[in-house]
């Protein structure tokens, strides 16, 4: 019964005295690292975006030349640039596609309702496209012609 | 009156410099669907844009005649890739004398800003539908076997172990009543 009362006594005191043990041996701080491995997969993409183009005020018979930038914002693909148009009109006169003509280095070609093959859209390339209009000898007077432009991208 | 002056000239700056429409893109590469026979297929064509704008999509082609898609979309802002999801559908009776390799095109059509010219932006995408002849054929017992037992492994831990259980209670069964026929 002494010895047992002895042994339980000394497994007590030891469990009383390890926190203080413990807390008084000196620790060593090691600090926590970990080692990420991030991945993406970049997709091939190819926009297609352009600026505004606006001819102004013009008289019957005169030609206008105006440049809208054709470019890829952020692709990173090559594309191929086509391009139309519909007829000028304010909803009661019009006048044809054709009076508007397209460039980018060589000779001004007609607009069309089809789709003509401007080239190549480098994706890092801006391209020029330049847009001439001549409005038709006697063409009446009008405020409010509007023409649509379409361009389009394939890759 | 200097920063009158100053006033108007930024605003007549920023009259000139011509806005960019904010740009309209695509993933690259042809969109291909494979179709058995008398089967449909899906694939998708991811498209994007700037701004949130909604987008007019239409086909052309011969391949126009076996595919389904949505004809108008919204874009969230921000290229948020949109992917606009494109069925094909082979009938049965499809003559595959027409050809395999069935081709068309696909557009995505974004309206310009109104004004004295408005600029539309158009994507392009061709698409290809390969159709394949589906084959029926009867395995050999020995890979029937094999089959059957794959199937078997491939069955998750949920349904593995009540089966276990009820053989083992199945086999105690038997033995109980062996033993007790001997009595």
């Known amino acids: 019964m002494k010895k047992i009362l002895a042994s339980s006594a000394g497994i007590i005191l030891l469990l009383a005295l390890a926190p203080v043990v413990i807390a008084q041996t000196p620790t060593t701080t090691v600090p926590l690292q970990k080692q990420i491995t991030a991945e993406v997969d970049v997709l091939g993409t190819c926009d297609v975006g352009a600026t505004d183009v606006d001819f102004g005020t013009m008289t019957p018979g005169s030609t206008s030349t105006q440049p809208t930038t054709v470019s890829q914002e952020n692709g990173n693909t090559d594309g191929s640039l086509s391009i139309k148009g519909a007829d000028w009109t304010d909803g009661t006169h019009s006048f044809g596609v054709g009076s508007t003509a397209w460039?980018?280095?060589?000779?001004?070609?007609?607009?069309?309702?089809?789709?003509?093959?401007?080239?190549?859209?480098?994706?890092?390339?801006?391209?020029?496209?330049?847009?001439?209009?001549?409005?038709?000898?006697?063409?009446?007077?009008?405020?409010?012609?509007?023409?649509?432009?379409?361009f389009e991208v394939t890759c | 009156m200097n920063k009158i002056k100053i006033f108007i000239t930024i605003l007549i700056c920023l009259a000139v410099i011509p806005s960019l429409v904010s740009a309209f893109g695509q993933i690259a590469g042809p969109v291909v669907i494979h179709v058995p026979l008398g089967g449909s297929n899906q694939s998708s064509w991811g498209i994007f844009n700037g701004e949130s704008i909604t987008v007019n999509i239409s086909?052309?082609?011969?391949?126009?005649?076996?595919?389904?898609?949505?004809?108008?979309?919204?874009?969230?802002?921000?290229?948020?890739?949109?992917?606009?999801?494109?069925?094909?559908?082979?009938?049965?009776?499809?003559?595959?004398?027409?050809?395999?390799?069935?081709?068309?095109?696909?557009?995505?059509?974004?309206g310009g800003k109104p004004g004295q010219v408005q600029i539309n932006l158009q994507l392009k995408k061709n698409i290809f539908i390969l159709v394949e002849q589906e084959q029926v054929t009867t395995l050999p017992i020995e890979q029937e076997i094999r089959k059957f037992m794959t199937g078997l492994s491939a069955l998750e831990p949920v349904y593995v172990i009540p089966v276990a259980v009820l053989g083992i209670i199945i086999l105690f069964g038997i033995f109980y009543f062996t033993k007790m026929k001997r009595r």
Do not use: C, R
Not at chain 1, 104 to 114: D, E, F, K, Q, W
């Open chain 1, 103 to 150: 460039y980018t280095t060589g000779l001004p070609i007609a607009l069309s309702t089809s789709f003509a093959s401007v080239g190549t859209l480098a994706y890092a390339t801006p391209l020029s496209v330049n847009l001439q209009l001549t409005v038709p000898p006697h063409q009446a007077a009008s405020t409010g012609y509007t023409q649509t432009i379409t």
């Open chain 2, 59 to 110: 086909a052309e082609g011969d391949a126009m005649k076996y595919i389904f898609y949505p004809e108008v979309i919204t874009l969230e802002p921000n290229n948020k890739i949109y992917w606009v999801n494109i069925t094909a559908k082979i009938p049965s009776g499809y003559n595959l004398t027409q050809g395999t390799n069935i081709t068309g095109v696909i557009y995505a059509l974004a």
